[in-house]
């Protein structure tokens, strides 16, 4: 019903970027060819949990393609846009709605696999808001 149109530009994608980068790095190159497994880590706690923030303006999630790390991970949504939105992901019962200028987050446990995104508010998914989240 209601349309509003915003001229808010924050795509930080700066700051996005640099988290998925950090979280690239942890994957250290595995150079040799040895099968066998080291038996390091595991079986702790890793450390004290990944955060993943992701952006939603009108129409879309910055960044759309977002990778993390299995295990507890903080799913930080933030809404730069001028309207309400909200960030889903159906196989991890993650709903995390903000209203415009605010941010909403939730740790959830990750497992391996690739994840649909979206925004439930009606016309939004099909307008561009969507993504996918890979966990490896
Ligand atoms: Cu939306």
Redesign the pocket.
């Known amino acids: 019903m209601m349309r509003m149109f915003s001229h808010s530009h924050l795509l930080r994608r700066a700051s996005v970027l640099a988290v998925v980068a950090a979280v690239a790095l942890l994957v250290v190159g595995c150079g040799g060819g040895q099968g066998a497994e080291p038996t390091t880590s595991t079986g702790s706690t890793s450390a004290a949990g990944d955060v993943l923030s992701v952006e939603?303006t009108?129409?879309s999630f910055t960044p759309s393609t977002v990778k993390a790390s299995a295990g507890q991970t903080t799913i930080r949504f933030t809404?730069h846009?001028g309207?309400?939105?909200?960030f889903l992901i159906d196989a991890l019962d993650l709903h995390l709605h903000a209203n415009p200028g605010k941010a909403a987050e939730a740790t959830v446990t990750l497992t391996p696999g690739t994840y649909a995104t979206y925004?439930?508010?009606p016309g939004?998914?099909e307008?561009g808001?969507k993504g996918t989240l890979t966990v490896s």
């Open positions: 939603g009108e129409f809404n846009g309207v309400e939105h909200d925004c439930s508010i939004h998914r307008s808001m």
